[in-house]
T-cell receptor, first 114, second 113 residues
Framework: DAGVIQSPRHEVTEMGQEVTLRCKPISGHNSLFWYRQTMMRGLELLIYFNNNVPIDDSGMPEDRFSAKMPNASFSTLKIQPSEPRDSAVYFC????????????FGSGTRLTVV | KQEVTQIPAALSVPEGENLVLNCSFTDSAIYNLQWFRQDPGKGLTSLLLIQSSQREQTSGRLNASLDKSSGRSTLYIAASQPGDSATYLCAVNGGTGGFKTIFGAGTRLFVKA
């Protein structure tokens, strides 16, 4: 199993541009999570999906952030327009449905907005 | 509201020492607790997952214990090595369906050769 795959690994963009982060969860994992990590705030849950349906997006900071999961093997997190304060590492994680399972994290996307 | 605290925030030890990292949480209504390792600039690697009904889990030189009633978990690392240097995070899974996961801020470990 290749694990949770995220792309790109690094993204540098100018303020105001649209940014799209991508994630492929582990096959068979029905729950997918997007996290953001910064030095100041640590790991924050942005949104999670269960069986491709968004369940809780209360962690999404603003309307500039949106996430989709069109099928069981692909999810995107989009920021439009991007701002310097969005600079962070964005992680995707997946797990099997059920409270007793643990998370598998991707390697993350380091986003820098200049 | 669940709060997760990890102590110490940073730790520096000589190679070969046995050490204990601590994680405490305020709400004992949890499904499980997961320990992760994070190397600088990398993602989170799962080390151990301990269910609420379990007392401990072991993997190689690592042993995690859970005392749900007192809201504590420890990660014991035996015979530490420089390669163990990383940040260790605990994550407490609770809420409906175990979707409410709260991460601690982590303990940054440095093992000196």
């Amino acid at each position: 199993d290749a694990g949770v795959i995220q792309s790109p690994r690094h993204e540098v963009t100018e303020m105001g541009q649209e940014v799209t982060l991508r994630c492929k969860p582990i096959s068979g994992h029905n729950s997918l999570f997007w996290y953001r990590q910064t030095m100041m705030r640590g790991l924050e849950l942005l949104i999670y999906f269960n069986n491709n349906v968004p369940i809780d997006d209360s962690g999404m900071p603003e309307d500039r952030f949106s996430a989709k999961m069109p099928n069981a093997s692909f999810s995107t997190l989009k920021i439009q327009p991007s701002e310097p304060r969005d600079s962070a590492v964005y992680f995707c994680a997946s797990r099997e449905t059920g409270a007793n399972y643990g998370y598998t994290f991707g390697s993350g996307t380091r986003l820098t907005v200049v | 509201k669940q709060e997760v605290t990890q102590i110490p925030a940073a730790l520096s030890v000589p190679e070969g020492e046995n050490l204990v990292l601590n994680c405490s949480f305020t709400d004992s209504a949890i499904y499980n607790l997961q320990w992760f390792r994070q190397d600088p600039g990398k993602g989170l690697t799962s080390l151990l997952l301990i269910q609420s009904s379990q007392r401990e889990q072991t993997s190689g030189r690592l042993n995690a214990s859970l005392d749900k009633s007192s809201g504590r978990s420890t990660l014991y690392i035996a015979a530490s090595q420089p390669g163990d240097s990383a940040t260790y995070l605990c994550a407490v899974n609770g809420g409906t369906g175990g979707f409410k996961t709260i991460f601690g801020a982590g303990t940054r470990l440095f093992v000196k050769a």
